[in-house]
C-alpha cells in the first residue's frame, strides 16, 4: 500500500518514512528521501536522526537533527530522549539527566522515559530516585513489565531483596493477568530475567529447592541463559552434585568463555577438590585475565566522569571497581594455592 501511494505521489514524505520503518533493506535510503523532501517536518528530522543512530559514526549527526528536530517543535519528547541516545559513545553525558527529566515534565505518561531515567538514576547508585521513576510507570501503567523488571534489579542492588521480590513476582504475574504474544522474544526474556533473579533471592537465602526451581523456570523461557545455568550450577554444587554442577560451568564457558570470570572460578574451585591443578590454574589465570581486562574501562570511566564534575557516576564506577579488585584478588590467592599444589 505505501509502494501505491508513493507511485501516486512520490513526493510525500511521509510516505517515505512509513517505508523506512517497513522497510527490511537498509532504512536509510527512504529517510533520507524524506528528509530530502521535508527538512522543516519536526517528525521527519526525528526519524531521520534516529536512523543515524545506527550509522557508524552517527551519534554527532543524529544529535543535530534531534536538535533541529527540537527547534522546529520544543516539546517533542522522544527527541529529547533521541539525544540522551545520541551520547552513548560518552555511555552516560552529563546533559542525559536533564533531558530525561525534560521529557518526563513534558510527557510524563510516556513511560519509556521514565524508565529511561530510573535506569540513569539506578546507574548512579541513586536508589531512592530510581525506585520513585519505577514505581510511577508501574502506577501509570500496570502492565508495563520493563519497569518491574528494572525496579527488581534496582532493589536487588540495593539489598532489598524482599521489596525486590515482589516486583519480580507482579512481572511474572503478568502472564496470568495480560496475554502476550507467545512468541514475543522481549517477553520471553523478561520472564526468564525474573525468574533468575528470584533465583538469586532464594540461594541468598539458602534455600537451594526454591532457588533450583527459579532457574529452571528461567531456563524454560530461554534454553540456554547463562546466568541461570551458572545459577543451576552453584545450586548443584551447594548440594554436592558436582558432576552435574561441572556441566553447566561447562557449557555456559563454551558459549561465553571471555564474559563468565565467576564461571571460570567455580570449575577451578572443583578441579582444585579432584587434585587437578593444572586445569585449576588454567581457570583461574583465566578469570583474572577477565577481571584485569575490565578494570582500566571503569577506572577510565570513572576518571572522566571526575574530570566533567560527575561525581556520583564517578562513585559508582569506582564501587564497581573495588567489588572486581577484590575478586582478582581472591582469584590471585587461589591460583597461588594451586600452583603450590602443584609444585608438591
Not at 238 to 267: S, T
Request: aromatic share 10%; charged share 25%.
Amino acid at each position: 500500500m505505501v509502494n501505491r501511494a508513493l507511485e501516486l505521489d512520490a513526493n510525500d514524505a511521509m510516505s517515505w518514512i512509513v517505508l523506512s520503518r517497513l522497510t527490511t533493506r537498509d532504512a536509510r535510503n527512504p529517510l533520507q528521501r524524506a528528509y530530502d523532501l521535508a527538512p522543516g517536518l519536526p517528525l521527519v528530522q526525528y526519524e531521520y536522526g534516529t536512523g543515524l543512530l545506527y550509522v557508524p559514526n552517527g551519534f554527532q549527526r543524529a544529535r543535530e537533527a534531534f536538535d533541529r528536530t527540537l527547534e522546529l517543535s520544543p516539546r517533542h519528547f522522544q527527541a529529547l530522549i533521541g539525544k540522551v541516545y545520541s551520547f552513548t559513545e560518552d555511555e552516560y553525558s552529563d546533559q542525559t539527566e536533564p533531558l530525561l527529566r525534560q521529557a518526563v515534565d513534558i510527557a510524563p505518561g510516556f513511560l519509556t522515559g521514565r524508565r529511561l531515567l530510573g535506569e540513569y538514576y539506578a546507574a548512579m547508585e541513586e536508589t531512592e530516585k530510581a525506585v520513585e521513576q519505577f514505581q510511577a510507570a508501574t502506577a501509570s501503567n500496570p502492565n508495563y513489565y520493563p519497569a518491574f523488571l528494572a525496579l527488581g534489579r534496582t532493589l536487588m542492588t540495593a539489598g532489598r531483596n524482599d521489596e525486590a521480590e515482589k516486583s519480580f513476582l507482579q512481572l511474572i504475574a503478568l502472564d496470568v493477568t495480560t496475554p502476550r504474544p507467545p512468541l514475543n522474544a522481549v517477553d520471553y526474556s523478561a520472564d526468564c530475567e525474573a525468574h533468575y533473579f528470584l533465583g538469586n533471592i532464594w540461594f541468598a537465602r539458602g534455600d537451594m529447592v526454591k532457588a533450583r526451581a527459579e532457574y529452571l523456570r528461567a531456563l524454560d523461557n530461554i534454553r540456554n541463559h547463562a546466568d541461570s545455568l551458572y545459577g543451576l550450577g552453584m545450586v548443584l554444587l551447594r548440594e554436592g552434585d558436582v558432576d552435574g554442577a561441572l556441566a553447566r560451568f561447562d557449557q555456559v564457558l563454551r558459549e561465553h568463555p571471555a564474559e563468565y570470570p565467576e564461571a571460570y572460578m567455580a570449575r577451578a574451585s572443583i578441579r582444585v577438590n579432584r587434585r587437578q591443578f593444572a586445569d585449576a590454574v588454567t581457570d583461574y589465570t583465566r578469570a583474572m585475565g577477565i577481571f584485569e581486562k575490565q578494570l582500566p574501562e571503569l577506572e577510565k570511566r570513572a576518571s572522566t566522569a571526575e574530570s566533567r564534575g560527575r561525581l556520583r557516576k564517578a562513585f559508582a564506577e569506582r564501587t564497581r571497581k573495588s567489588g572486581i579488585e577484590g575478586r582478582l584478588e581472591q582469584a590471585t590467592q587461589s591460583r597461588r594455592a594451586a600452583e603450590a599444589q602443584l609444585a608438591n
